[in-house]
């Protein structure tokens, strides 16, 4: 009789004929015994069915080229629950605005984008398709000089955002050379900031209990926004970044944000 070996043969042993008998009873037990199989591992794909609760978090977009704000509902199913493969994946998209003069260009790109995070896989292609989009108007700058080339790129910075609190996108890191160089940078930019001659900011100053006539509420506005901010108020955009952090010394452009630097 032929017999398959489907495992790995450790040792060996001749049998006789009257003892191959009285091993064939024990054989069932030791078969009884062997080790379950692991629980399978879910991953993202369309038949997954939606619980009845999601968690998720709210985001809200304030643009200039709208004039009420949109607000963006990113929902996650979390797989795996319990497990050492625990997930947590974006799920559903929902936007609301009491704007509703691109209601059903909304409903329509949200059904997409909801689409495709159910579809499973790499869904990260969604964060630059929508900051690749641009407003032939123009775009806007938000709170902090990060500028949006338009409202669909800001929903797309949204998006990211999300990614990488939940753990699906993260960060490039910089490395110690050059938190080294932004700091260094940083610290000389401000020094010398400091050291301006008080004779130019006399003169610029206005007279003592008159108010300056000179200064628009453009300008008093964006020195606000300087003083608020976390870079330099002398700081131009990135081009790299999109971020108002580039500072120039000694002819060398430097962001303080990403450390892209024309000098290399």
Known sequence: MTIKIDKKIKGYAVVKPDEAAAAAPAAAPVAAEAEPAGAEVIQMHEKVERPDTLIGATYKIKSP??????????NDIVLNQGTPHELRRPFEIFINSKNMDHFQWIVALTRIMSAVFRKGGDVTFLVEELKAVFDPRGGYFKTGGVYMPSIVAELGAVIEQH???????HDPELDAGQR?????????????SKKKPDVEAAAAAPVAGSKSKSESPASAATGGEAESGAFPPGATLCHKCNTNATIVMDGCATCLNCGYSKCG
Do not use: S
């Open 65 to 74: 080229l709208f004039e009420h704000a949109l607000y963006v509902t990113i």
């Open 163 to 169: 990614m990488k609190m939940i753990g699906l996108l």
């Open 180 to 192: 080294a160089l932004i700091a260094e940078k940083r610290a000389e930019y401000e020094a010398r």
